[in-house]
């Protein structure tokens, strides 16, 4: 149980274009999920917090009107880059957290690999 | 504020050798600690977590790590490392206030026939 999926796992954009990627939970109501960012052979920064219904929690440094968050239902949240260039190009993931869980715990989707040209 | 450090960006072992990736952590309340291994080009998968209860927390595959306030450390830990293991491991540390997870920089296991 607690499995998360993303779509796409992978998508290339050119220079300009939105490219949405969205964050499912499959078998649980997700009431927060997290975007991360994870630069080639680095940690992973997270980006934002997100709870159903209302409006994500950016973190410092982390531009929301490019990087747009929806988490419309308790299954689905979306990140939408916007006018996307190559420095946004980065390894993407997705994680959620449930009520019906260990609150502490996350579980992670496989991640979307955006490469902007 | 919370913190994770991890000690050494790269471990070689042999086959069947002790695997030992360290794990240092700063936090001001009581932490919930966790590990994480990431394959190439995937997401995160749980290792083990602490979050309260016993200090030494078994997990999958194999591994364990034990939690000591004192050194403020949450060591991984397995007997005999399998040519498998080789990936890249990730400790985190979060807290009942915000649940938001730090990471450590990782460290990347590789493992030698």
């Known amino acids: 149980g607690a499995v998360v999926s993303q779509h796409p796992s992978w998508v290339i954009c050119k220079s300009g274009t939105s490219v949405k990627i969205e964050c499912r939970s499959l078998d649980f109501q997700a009431t927060t999920m997290f975007w991360y960012r994870q630069f080639p052979k680095q940690s992973l920064m997270l980006m934002a917090t997100s709870n159903e219904g209302s409006k994500a929690t950016y973190e410092q440094g982390v531009e929301k009107d490019k990087f747009l968050i929806n988490h419309a239902s308790l299954t689905l949240s979306t990140l939408t880059v916007t006018s996307a260039h190559p420095e946004d190009s980065s390894f993407y993931i997705c994680?959620?957290?449930?009520?019906?869980?260990?609150?502490?715990?996350?579980?992670f989707g496989p991640g979307t690999r955006l490469t902007v040209l | 504020a919370q913190s994770v450090t991890q000690l050494g960006s790269h471990v070689s072992v042999s086959e069947g050798a002790l695997v030992l990736l360290r794990c240092n952590y700063s936090?001001?309340?009581?932490?919930?600690l966790f590990w994480y291994v990431q394959y190439p080009n995937q997401g995160l998968q749980l290792l083990l977590k602490?979050?309260?209860?016993?200090?030494l927390v078994k997990g999958i595959n194999g591994f364990e790590a034990e939690f000591k306030k004192s050194e403020t450390s949450f060591h991984l830990t397995k007997p005999s490392a399998h040519m498998s293991d080789a990936a890249e491991y990730f400790c985190a540390v979060t807290n009942s206030g915000t649940y938001k997870y730090i990471f450590g920089t990782g460290t990347r296991l590789k493992v030698l026939a």
């Open positions: 936090s001001s309340v009581p932490p919930y």
């Open positions: 994680s959620a957290r449930t009520l019906q869980r260990e609150l502490t715990e996350q579980f």
């Open positions: 602490y979050t309260t209860g016993a200090t």
